[in-house]
């Protein structure tokens, strides 16, 4: 049965409010719930005109000055956080006092004491029914998507090690807001590929993350952060996690590859700049799989679609913020190693428990 990764999105779904105006909500969110049929009712930003021009071009009905009336909408029964990540456990707890669902932007935090206060943000919202989750949308690139899920079938038996490599260009960082973030490719850019690396780890614990950046031949003085780094995470089943990116990569095609090795056979693909592709060899043979879509726009649909399905079938969403938040502790992990060159970094009780499931489905 070949897995059905395109987003799913349950009929008549509730109205959704979009806080943030910026370049990501304009080339992805906006339209991928267009192309998927997810309402936006009312949208609010820091910058009210950059809200106007927006609401004006993907039909949004109300525009509110202020992100408190957002959350006193009765339209807006969803919110979608896309905005930077300082302040976004602020928005995050005025969400849930609100009564309101929440998808938030990754990352989720930054820091540990944010990791610690966004737990208990999340217990609040538990108790009261309310459904967060996290906008790991790359969990539902198409050709990440079919992985997981023959992953999680067991098709490759157990999982012996991931491998994830960046084969093109970095986007603009110099002079950009995400130059200004420590170890940029660690706390943030790659947090993707660490939460997707955690999800084909599932059921283990992490024993330690490793991680290194470093400035690279021919990199502009201007550019603040580094653009080479490495991650390697180990969990306890013996199974492994490489991620790596080589620098600024000087080709005009290129993309992601990506191996996940297991006891019984191979899961190979790529992702982005039009390199998508997926295929198994297992038992002398291999098959490709044909996975619809791509990751922008259709993996913010994924995201968004899978939490809209959770609170229409009241159970926890699959990438709900309390599973991401192990990543993000993940994450941090692997910056503080960055920080202090290499040093391997163990944290404790770091479980990659399974996230919530609907079941398979297949086509």
């Known amino acids: 049965m070949i897995p059905d990764s395109r987003p799913h999105v349950p009929p008549d779904p509730p109205g959704v409010g979009l806080i943030g ?10 339209p991928a719930y267009a192309r998927w049929g997810i309402p936006v009712v009312a949208i609010a930003s820091r910058t009210p005109s950059s809200a106007r021009a927006l609401a004006g071009q993907f039909g949004i009905a109300t525009v509110r000055d202020r992100v408190e009336d957002l959350l006193a909408d009765p339209a807006v029964a969803v919110v979608d956080i896309a905005t930077g990540p300082h302040g976004r456990v602020d928005l995050i707890a005025a969400a849930v ?63 012996v090690g991931v491998t994830h490599l960046h084969d093109k260009p970095l986007p603009p960082l110099a002079g950009t807001p995400f130059d200004d973030v420590p170890h940029m490719l660690v706390n943030d850019y790659l947090a993707h590929w660490i939460d ?90 291999r098959v490709s799989i044909d996975a619809e879509g791509e990751w922008f726009p259709d993996g913010f649909a994924g995201a968004m679609g899978e939490l809209l399905t959770a609170v229409a079938e009241d159970r926890e969403p699959e990438n709900s913020a ?27 009780g770091l479980e990659l428990t399974r996230s919530a499931v609907r079941g398979g489905r297949g086509r």
């Open 97 to 159: 006092a609100a009564g309101k669902h929440v998808l938030a932007q990754k990352p989720l935090v930054l820091e540990p004491h944010e990791a610690d206060r966004l737990a208990e943000v999340l217990a609040l919202a538990a108790a009261r029914g309310i459904r967060v989750a996290a906008n790991m949308n790359a969990r539902w690139a198409p050709p990440w998507r079919v992985a997981t899920l023959l992953a999680r079938a067991g098709e490759i038996g157990d999982v």
């Open 196 to 285: 997707i690396s955690r999800c084909w780890l599932e059921g283990s614990r992490v024993v330690s993350v490793a991680a290194h950046d470093s400035r690279v031949p021919g990199q502009p003085a201007d550019a603040a952060n580094p653009w080479q780094a490495s991650i390697h995470i180990a969990v306890s089943s013996g199974a492994t996690a490489a991620i790596r990116v080589v620098g600024d990569v000087r080709t005009d095609s290129g993309g992601c590859p990506f191996w996940i090795h297991g006891t019984a056979g191979t899961i190979r693909g790529s992702v982005l700049r039009g390199s998508d592709s997926v295929e198994i060899e297992r038992d002398g043979e």
């Open 21 to 30: 105006a910026g370049a990501i909500a304009r080339s992805a969110h906006l």
């Open 322 to 348: 309390a599973h991401v938040l192990v990543s993000a502790r993940l994450g941090m992990a692997a910056a503080a190693s960055a920080a202090n060159g290499g040093t391997p970094e163990r944290p404790a």
